[in-house]
């Protein structure tokens, strides 16, 4: 929904549940989906296993476009499902890209969904392709089936090849593995990023993402799942492998800054919360004079009312936005496109008329967008601007599982902190800075990655992958 | 998008365009009928005239659904254009009463778009037929249109049958007309209804029901159409005809309440200051204490801000919205239903935990959502819920243009509010006194229809017309 | 489905059922429609008549397109219903004039379906219009309807008004009405197009354009509706006003020739042996020494078959269809394009190889897709290609109910036969002549209409008429 | 389209396309897949190579409704493709098994499109299960993508690995394979499917199950692939591998008896002519005195036009088919049942009341068709009614290709000739025999299949696989 804004994608949402009390775990799953529909928009999907036979659907689009009461039906009576929400970086012909993957293998079938990126990805499939596999995606998802498949051969359980996969994959990954009986979550040992826990009125099992789809399902928040910590769900029975735990915790601050929900707990703490807190410590470390705080919508809002809480500035409402507007909408001519992101975003006049405007928002990328906004405002009668960005400028590119990505588009990469004010025209522009954007999740007991504000990240990343980064290419090898 | 939700509806936007130098007023439309889409949800449609020769694209479906890139290129590259988008309160078939009304009458061609009730459509509607008319929709805008038609036999332009007609019919209409050659505005003498007037860059003239319309294609907002005002709009000129101005402003009140956009301004006034100024007014008429104060999103969060902003009490975020949620949404099983409400709207615990919450919203129509919203709070551990309600409670149909409609729904009707707030489960329900919401649009220049609230209409509603809102019946007259 | 070739159109089937112990009638017009799909493809309707309350449902598309199982239901459980399926001659925005056309009346609700054209349309629409009459379509159908419910006023019945109407309507017209409690139908004095009636096995009663779709409901064929006759049927009781019998009857000749589907008996003759016995007289006429006869498909195989039984010449079977080339097509390029009719109809060599061969079809219209088949047969070996048409040569526009239209595309009006041979290339080519193509139909009672070869009209179409039918432009009255 | 009716199903069709000087093999693929469609209808695909690169597309549906302008042109100007099209036996989320199949090994890209069974891929499957393979589908043609992988891996070049893998892969296979660089086509040693060989007109290389395929595209035909041949297209070249051939030709005769379209060449022999030849010698075994022949559309069409020039018996036309009955065809009601084969197939009475009808088909499957079919026949005066079939009774599943599947669904099993008969209510029933259905296609070079006549295969068909098919089931392997 964000097709006229220029905003960072994280790159998925998985959920799973096992409850044999439950004869609708699809219609479960397809609940769960909408609430991290936000993690992910381009495609989705759901894995049912009907007493060891897996049915799934899945497809390019919203979880409303792709599901439908037939559908569900047809997913049938199964007990365990997992289901996967994915913002897709790589363009065309996405949906074979869909998760949950489904495979069969020597054992039987294994549906798998997962969140993260590894960094090792490349270099496993080469070993895996120099041994006669073949891939059909382009997913870090096939390659985790591949190794966990080869580990199975060699162990007595899935969720020993589970373990076993552990040790060769690097990298961020939230996993739920569903085999004919069981159902299995695994988190990296850094923990990059959210699972959780909870269970079903009924007794059973669930894990997701965020919080936020527990409660979607009316489903008991229980924990998080901890950095590299197993969880295996059979026989109405769950137990823990905690093998790869005890690393060093490394949670995405982001997650906290933007792509979780507000409503979820993640780590022990708020995500609201985190976000007023951003804008609290915002303000003390760059205090601004100014007659009204105002948030872009609707990711800065959080952080505008911390800003104002903490300031004594006025919170005001300064934009409404057009909650119609969806991903067919046509472009304007050339004329009309100037005003194009008023369609999406208006402004309340009243609210900015003459008066000095802080105006919050969780991050620059491109500045293109920010450069509207703020005209918008000054159109509108401002008589001041002040930009405040609630998470520090991001100056390298993540490899854990979102798409901060090339230093050519991000804004803060080719200029400075001035020159970003200017070309916005803004009379000041501030971030938080990385110290502080640590401490905006108080209650938080993890630890948190900022590489892509820093460029140090808790995991070694091959030279070849931070190359890769950069130039993309698929060059297909002759004959 | 406010299927989950049990509230209101409008039931119209309307638009108008005369642009000679503008080779595209269908995409003008387009844009138009987005930021009115709060307006009508179920039905659109666009008119465009080229050359004298008018085409019309109309179906059901939200204007992304019923428009696309294909489709406006069909409807040509004239200068003058209409818009129209419905909320429907009829049912089956509802494609055949979308609008703009196209009809060929004696003179040529003419659409119509409309938005308003008249109060003696019925009789019309028999004296018409009783003379050999036919109809093919159940709408007002045909019986319009026959009176206008009937009028032009005997007039020597348009705009004189539209200034006759205007003697005929009774009831609220805002109303734009396109002939081979010409663009009128009329309002009706109350001004029931909303309708501005605008100027393109390109110095074209522009109408539409709320001035955010206007903002959507970059037009400068000029001023309302008076009530009883006529604007006529040819060769490049706009002209005004008063005959019908000077009678007793009667503006809907509930537009300011909720109806219309919060960035628009109507009759001189901000909509979003409007909502603020009644959770002002809301405190001062009964002040409570509190630990925060929330909205319901979205509609209760303006008064939500003033109601803190006059008690001092803090303002918090209570709920996230999931904006994924769209009309497609597959309801439950009945073990799911119980949560159902916090797939569309859930609670951040962290806001309402341990205190004593001000909820913050604009009406009750059933009371069954409220019920539910409020348990979500309570459930998060709210000490103490205290609803209040920015506008008095309903307590009559409205016949002027929304589908504020039979008694036995309005709660209001049934109750007294001592009752209301023991079943909905608050420690206190507060309405707005019906004084109070007369001033929230402080800077209005116009006087306000409370019918609803009162039961006192502006002007005579027949019995006939009164009787028939609560016994609606399709009985067909045989042979 | 004709879209790569070059056809004539019929521009209308008709349906109608009045059955009471049937509780699903409208899956019985769906039926029907899908059998009368060949005389219309543009468009289709249902209206079901739900104890005097009326339902419909219509759109642009093909019957499979426009219904399905949802939409049948939300149809209702009547016990009169109404179909119609439709060409479109205008172009764009054709589901407005979609059928069946469903208005109200002084004397309640009524829904009409036509197969025919006025010849006194626009006279009548002027006279309606300078009454105050407004028009929605460009259907002759709505100007009937206006005619009707004048007529209504002064009426005891329905069935009278239509009787009165009668007087005042001029032209070709096989009509369906149904009013709040009875089916009608009426079909014009000359008998132009075809209307039948049933009984069902229930002993309900049905109309339709053709006795293919009384066949498809397993319902009884009675007789044709006599030209001029009147049958209402009511209280499940059928009953005849014959006051229009017996002017001169002038049946289309081209329903035997093309339109009509061989299946169906049309006024006492097969249409199948009409087709064979065209090509016995085609060979009577014109006989030729050739090795094989084969036809086009599948307008030209029966009267194929009649040659080859006629000529003793051995039939064979000289092309395949494809049959699932539709509506969608994508054109392919230029460099592809010369092979285009391959795509949709491709020859069996071996059946024309070495041979000479007579080809047989039903009509030329433009000739370009003639001269794309006789090449086809030339490339596969043909030593000589004979091409006989089982009608004679179009000269004349059809002002009955079919788009036999402009002189200019008509390629019998510029070029005589011997030039139509040569460019199309062919070594002779013979066309029915008009007597023999009277005798066809050897067993039927009716008289027919020829004029679309002869240009002499059973009645007398105004000037005006036929000069619009050359010059059709809508120049819109300003002001 | 035959879902009304009981026919047997062909698994695929198969194209591929080398043209170094065309800008557009996508859409030559896609008009290929067009003539191509009578062999699969249920799901299709194209692969395009552009440069390296491969993009494809694939869905559930017939090739209009899965290609459109849009989606070819994303496809890109590759000068390399490979088309599919299919008829699934599996049922659910059918298009996961779509293809081509894109797969990337150790090598690059690889696109495959297969048409045919394996008779050991369950062996195949397990072994390669035990080194650790995957598997996204169920498709032989991801079991034949991994032997060429495997034996890439030990290759020099593409082609010598799809030659090693021949000696691995057993049963029915005419396959397209598209690297990088090359286009390869290869026929399994026994040749069971057909699979040619044509030229563009600009002299490019294309490959497809059937001649018609070639003549959409305006191609040229040169010859068919030989069983047991491989050829290599690259660098505009094509060469031939020869290694597998010279084994014993078994071509499916029921290519030529029903899944051919009748305008294909295969094998030097016409399918139109070799059905003409199944009629004759089908009277020549079982001469009948009758007064008329007539043919089920469109498959016994052919065969009855050879009937009656063998017999002298003339030939009629009996029915008329619904060209616009389709998939989505609404079932009727109970009453309106008994009449629904009239909905796609009605007699023409003239032609078949009070004569003696030979009835000629290609097939009986389960004989409930032919039941109704006949009883048609008999309510339409048919004195008597002498059912022939241009093929033996299928006693025996198929396990190169088609769904001859149970034992339990055909009729042949179950009851004697008479039996059937009697059961289908006709005066006689006639078969071909097997010594003449192997006589039909007259210049054919080939040796056939006539295993699901005769219970004797061509090549061993492992005890498992023939017990698999009559009890196919999806017994997970726990754990």
Do not use: W
């Not at 899935?158 to 593995?177: C, D, F, N, Q, R």
């Amino acid at each position: 929904m964000n097709t006229l804004f220029d905003k960072l994608h994280e790159e998925c949402g998985v959920f799973g549940i096992y409850d044999k009390t439950c004869d609708n775990v699809a219609t479960s799953a397809y609940l769960a989906l909408y609430a991290l529909q936000h993690r992910g928009q381009e495609n989705c999907g759901i894995a049912v296993n009907d007493d060891g036979v897996i049915k799934c659907h899945k497809d390019a689009g919203l979880v409303p476009d792709v599901f439908n009461r037939e559908v569900l039906e047809k997913l049938g009576q199964g007990s365990i499902a997992v289901g996967h929400c994915r913002y897709s970086t790589t363009g065309n012909s996405s949906s074979i890209n869909a998760q949950p993957l489904v495979v069969r293998h020597c054992k039987g079938h294994m549906a798998l969904a997962h969140n993260g990126n590894l960094v090792n990805a490349a270099q496993l499939r080469e070993q895996l392709e120099m041994n006669g596999a073949i891939f059909h995606t382009t997913n870090d998802t096939e390659v985790i089936s591949y190794i966990i498949t080869r580990e199975r051969l060699m162990s007595s359980s899935i969720e020993e090849a589970v373990e076993k996969a552990m040790h060769t994959i690097k990298g961020a990954y939230s996993l739920i593995v569903m085999s004919p009986k069981k159902l299995i979550a695994a988190r990296d040992p850094n923990g990059f990023r959210p699972l959780c826990l909870g269970r079903t009125e009924s007794g059973g099992y669930v894990f997701a993402s965020e919080s936020c789809a527990l409660d979607s399902i009316g489903a008991e928040f229980v924990r998080d799942i901890e950095p590299g910590e197993i969880v295996v769900v059979e026989d109405n029975e769950m137990r823990s492998i905690r093998t790869h735990c005890g690393g060093k915790s490394s949670f995405c601050v982001f997650e906290f800054v933007y792509f979780a929900r507000p409503d979820s707990i993640i780590e022990g703490a708020s995500v609201h919360d985190a976000r007023r807190e951003a804008g609290r410590i915002l303000y003390q470390e760059n205090p601004v004079e100014a007659d009204v705080v105002i948030g872009v919508p609707d990711s800065g809002l959080d952080a505008a009312l911390g800003y104002s809480q903490e300031s004594g500035i006025p919170y005001g409402v300064g934009f409404v936005k057009n909650r119609y507007v969806g991903r067919t909408f046509i472009q304007p001519s050339q004329g009309q496109r100037e005003n194009s992101v008023r369609i999406k975003l208006n402004v309340i006049s009243e609210t900015v008329k003459g008066k000095r405007v802080v105006l919050v928002d969780d991050s620059i990328v491109r500045g293109t967008t920010c450069a509207r906004i703020v005209k918008l405002i000054r159109d509108a009668g401002a008589k001041e601007v002040h930009f405040a960005i609630s998470a520090p400028p991001f100056k390298n590119p993540c490899f854990f599982g979102t798409d901060i990505d090339s230093r050519d588009k991000l804004i803060a990469c080719r200029m400075s902190v001035d020159e970003i004010a200017k070309s916005i025209g803004v009379e000041s522009l501030t971030y938080l800075s990385v110290d502080g954007v640590k401490r905006i999740a108080k209650d938080a007991k993890c630890g948190f990655c900022v590489g892509c504000f820093t460029g140090e990240y808790p995991i070694a990343v091959p030279d070849v992958v931070k190359k890769d980064k950069f130039e993309r290419k698929l060059s297909e090898k002759a004959k």
